[in-house]
């Protein structure tokens, strides 16, 4: 990790971080994303803990995919087999086994469901500062409320255009590398750099309900069809959705004067408040 720096505009998880929903599926299509979830639920489960003492959060309470129909549950047989060769427990459910598993949940108009025991959630929170701290301990260095400004750009003998530094409102840092981890303001991000970055905001809502009775310990339940996910709450549910009409942002207004990102840096030159030397 030694010659990374992370710049934060403000402080670390004060943009969408704090209200992410945390949730850990370990089933996908792809077998690189299985292979990238098993390695983030080691981590967050297990590795951050013993290398930091910091807790992610994590809970393992087990997921719980919802099919409708036969199509969803034999794309779903398709994930169980998947999962298999990469040691991911599942089990196809019925309905009735489903209502044995889950007491609250109305499965008459359910053909089946997939259940991943070792499913389950992190706090974002949580996690992000865990990792801040893990990766500080190897070398990295982090600097909040330092918002970047700007990006120079150069074209090289070949007519490639490539990074040679980052503007930051405390001076710039030389690097031939830059990590656009801005999220919604990815995109002007990219625009520092003369890049168009393919991304588009959208409204989200959620709801968290009051105490539910019963459903403490209960699964995370996504419903691929409905575009919808219950996400358990200590003793209460947050559920949220995917609309079929999302309202766009036409534009996210920019946090302040800069941005924060992560780059890779090979040296630095740099006025108060100081920022890394190489």
Same mark, same amino acid.
């Not at 949730?23 to 930091?52: F, G, K």
């Not at 997939?114 to 990766?135: E, S």
């Given at each position: 990790?030694?010659?990374?720096?992370?710049?934060?505009? $403000?402080?670390?998880?004060?943009?969408?971080?704090?209200?992410?929903?945390?949730?850990?599926?370990?089933?996908?299509?792809?077998?690189?994303?299985?292979?990238?979830?098993?390695?983030?639920?080691?981590?967050?489960?297990?590795?951050?803990? /013993?290398?930091?003492?910091?807790?992610?959060?994590?809970?393992?309470?087990?997921?719980?995919?919802?099919?409708?129909?036969?199509?969803?549950?034999? $794309? #779903?047989?398709?994930?169980?087999?998947?999962?298999?060769?990469? %040691?991911?427990?599942?089990?196809?459910?019925?309905? *009735? /086994?489903?209502?044995?598993?889950?007491?609250?949940?109305?499965?008459?108009?359910?053909? %089946?469901?997939? #259940?991943?025991?070792?499913? %389950?959630?992190?706090?974002?929170?949580?996690?992000?500062?865990?990792?801040?701290?893990?990766?500080?301990?190897?070398?990295?260095?982090?600097?909040?409320?330092?918002?970047?400004?700007?990006?120079?750009?150069?074209?090289?003998?070949?007519?490639?255009?490539?990074?040679?530094?980052?503007?930051? $409102?405390? %001076?710039?840092?030389?690097?031939?590398?830059?990590?656009?981890?801005?999220?919604?303001?990815?995109? *002007?991000?990219?625009?520092?750099?003369?890049?168009?970055?393919?991304?588009?905001?959208?409204?989200?809502?959620?709801?968290?309900? $009051?105490?539910? /009775?019963?459903?403490?310990?209960?699964?995370?339940?996504?419903?691929?069809?409905?575009?919808? #996910?219950?996400?358990?709450?200590?003793?209460?549910?947050?559920?949220?959705? #995917?609309?079929?009409?999302?309202?766009?942002?036409?534009?996210?207004?920019?946090?302040?004067?800069?941005?924060?990102?992560?780059?890779?840096? /090979?040296?630095?030159?740099?006025?108060?408040?100081?920022?890394?030397?190489?």
């Amino acid at each position: 990790v030694g010659g990374v720096v992370l710049l934060e505009r $403000e402080r670390l998880t004060s943009g969408t971080t704090w209200h992410t929903a945390g949730l850990l599926w370990q089933l996908r299509p792809s077998d690189v994303e299985v292979e990238l979830l098993a390695h983030t639920r080691r981590v967050v489960s297990r590795e951050l803990e /013993e290398e930091t003492g910091l807790h992610s959060g994590w809970i393992q309470n087990g997921g719980l995919f919802i099919a409708s129909n036969r199509q969803r549950l034999d $794309e #779903y047989k398709r994930l169980m087999s998947l999962g298999k060769a990469y %040691g991911v427990e599942s089990h196809v459910l019925s309905p *009735a /086994e489903t209502k044995a598993l889950y007491p609250l949940m109305n499965v008459e108009d359910l053909y %089946g469901t997939l #259940y991943v025991p070792h499913d %389950g959630t992190m706090d974002p929170a949580g996690t992000c500062t865990a990792l801040a701290r893990a990766a500080a301990a190897r070398g990295a260095q982090i600097i909040e409320n330092c918002p970047v400004t700007g990006i120079r750009v150069r074209t090289d003998d070949f007519g490639v255009r490539r990074v040679t530094a980052v503007e930051t $409102e405390h %001076g710039s840092i030389q690097t031939p590398c830059v990590v656009n981890c801005a999220g919604v303001w990815a995109s *002007a991000v990219g625009q520092m750099a003369g890049v168009k970055v393919p991304l588009v905001a959208m409204h989200h809502a959620y709801v968290v309900t $009051e105490r539910i /009775e019963g459903i403490q310990n209960m699964p995370n339940v996504r419903d691929h069809d409905a575009s919808v #996910y219950l996400r358990l709450q200590g003793d209460a549910l947050s559920v949220g959705g #995917y609309e079929a009409n999302p309202i766009f942002w036409e534009e996210v207004r920019r946090p302040g004067r800069g941005l924060g990102l992560r780059l890779s840096m /090979e040296r630095a030159s740099a006025r108060k408040p100081p920022l890394p030397k190489f």
